[in-house]
């Protein structure tokens, strides 16, 4: 799987858009990029994914660029309990060789009031 | 609908001792994997399970082994147990194929002193 690069945190008012970077240069075809959420003491939370189309739903848009080397995952309107940290990832579609997820360091993202 | 539950929620054992941590997946999830997170770092893929067979392993010793369950469940089991054992360790569960999020429970602190 590619490997990612993400900043290591950003800070983001309340209520203005997060705008989360993410650089995969080394992505191949049927690669998709995930996105992934660790709100502090939980589980990660499953955000989006995407191959090669702009994705919406009702936590965040994934835009990816038309190389596919680098994507940002867009979180609207901000709140406080936006603050974790975000996990890109880049993997191949699940199927009979399971679903390992690669985490990195992700990027630590702190909402302020 | 219950997520992903694992227990305990917290664990103290001493070095060299054995432990087992266990997980029940999503209603519906066939396949359960298990992370591990050192405080600081993203989770690490430990291995995954379906069909009650060990399907994929990443990079840890034969001292983490598993166990999966006719219903599913799993069990994490780590002998001999090092300081550097210390972690949270997450369960993730998904259909094989399929569906693109996994779910995670919010994990087990272990601390081995």
């Known amino acids: 799987d590619a490997k990612t690069t993400q900043p290591p945190s950003m800070d983001c008012a309340e209520g203005r858009a997060a705008n989360l970077p993410c650089n995969h240069s080394t992505i191949s075809g049927n690669e998709y990029v995930y996105w992934y959420r660790q709100i502090h003491s939980q589980g990660p939370q499953y955000i989006i994914h995407g191959l090669k189309n702009n994705e919406t739903n009702e936590m965040a848009s994934l835009i990816i660029t038309e190389d596919r080397k680098s994507s940002t995952l867009i979180l609207p309107h901000a709140t406080l309990r936006d603050t974790a940290v975000y996990y890109c990832?880049?993997?191949?579609?699940?199927?009979?060789?399971?679903?390992?997820?690669?985490f990195g360091k992700g990027t630590s993202l702190l909402v302020t009031p | 609908d219950a997520g992903v539950t694992q227990s305990p929620t917290h664990l103290i054992k001493t070095r060299g001792q054995q432990v087992t941590l266990r997980c029940s997946p999503k209603s519906g999830h066939d396949t359960v994997s298990w992370y591990q997170q050192a405080l600081g770092q993203g989770p690490q893929f430990i291995f995954q399970?379906?069909?009650?067979?060990?399907?994929q392993r990443g990079n840890f010793p034969d001292r983490f082994s598993g166990h999966q369950f006719p219903n599913y469940s799993s069990e994490l089991n780590v002998n001999a147990l090092l300081l550097g054992d210390s972690a949270l360790y997450l369960c993730?569960?998904?259909?094989?194929?399929?569906?693109?999020?996994?779910?995670f429970g919010q994990g087990t602190r272990l601390t081995v002193v």
């Open positions: 990832i880049v993997r191949t579609q699940p199927g009979n060789s399971g679903y390992a997820l690669n």
């Open positions: 399970y379906y069909e009650e067979e060990e399907r």
């Open positions: 993730a569960s998904s259909l094989l194929q399929g569906r693109a999020e996994a779910f």
